[in-house]
């Protein structure tokens, strides 16, 4: 299979569904060997499966993000297994929302360690692998909540943080042929924002509705539109294009 990745192997945690499975099916369509890794066994199975028989080349292992071990003996076998790691999505992610007066310790520490500590146990271990082969590419997924949400304290943080990461990455990694770059989406039809749409009391449709209305390209966005966002970054040809955040929001965001 030929494309802008031909050759390339990517990770991508939490690609199991959502934005991240948008992400795996664009990079794989356009070449990559594409490893997915992901706490939930039974949907990556499936979509593991599904996705070989559109005659992609799927790599999945169930790991959890935030336990240092089990990502770096993951990203071993990827690296091992498909002979380099040159494309690395952070990707997975959880919300615990609540206003700050109810949010929990729980609460706050689950969001902090699935984001923050799942991104960077990800690159520390990636990152030996692009610094030995000179070439990496680097993509975070943050949130226009990085600016400030209402009932977000804990996931606005740690989106915020992401971006901070993703800036001092591109300044360490960069002189070995890495970038690092991030993308922050606005509202995007997932699993995570039906979610939300539950525990504020609307139909999913509403939800859709009352955001399309304040959103000035007048709809809401699709993980697809994410997804081209991260190919953007991951392409050999933005080589010169690092420690940036890309808001993907269908308008400005202040």
């Known amino acids: 299979m030929t494309g802008r990745f031909s050759g390339k192997t990517a990770l991508v945690t939490g690609g199991s569904r959502g934005i991240g499975l948008a992400i795996v099916e664009l990079l794989a369509s356009e070449g990559a060997k594409v490893a997915i890794i992901d706490i939930n066994e039974e949907v990556l199975t499936s979509t593991g499966n599904e996705l070989r028989d559109k005659g992609y080349t799927i790599f999945t292992k169930v790991t959890n993000v935030v336990e240092p071990q089990e990502v770096e003996a993951s990203v071993t076998e990827i690296a091992d297994t498909f002979g380099s790691l040159d494309i690395l999505v952070n990707n997975a992610g959880v919300i615990r929302d609540n206003l700050l007066f109810k949010m929990t310790d729980s609460d706050w520490q689950t969001v902090m360690d699935v984001h923050l500590k799942g991104t960077f146990n990800a690159v520390r271990a990636a990152q030996k692998h692009m610094v030995a082969n000179k070439y990496g590419r680097i993509i975070n997924i943050s949130s226009t909540s990085a600016l400030g949400n209402r009932g977000q304290a804990n996931y606005s943080a740690a989106k915020a943080g992401l971006q901070g990461l993703t800036k001092t990455l591109a300044i360490e990694l960069g002189k070995y042929g890495i970038t ?68 993907v929001a269908g308008g400005p965001k202040n």
Request: aromatic share 10%.
């Open 180 to 247: 690092a770059n991030s993308v922050a989406p606005g509202f995007i039809e997932t699993e995570m924002t039906k979610e939300t749409a539950k525990r504020v009391g609307v139909s999913f449709e509403q939800f859709i509705q009352d955001r399309a209305n304040s959103i000035p390209v007048a709809r809401s966005g699709l993980p697809r539109d994410i997804a081209h966002a991260v190919a953007f970054f991951a392409e050999e040809a933005s080589s010169f294009i690092s420690g940036q955040v890309l808001y």
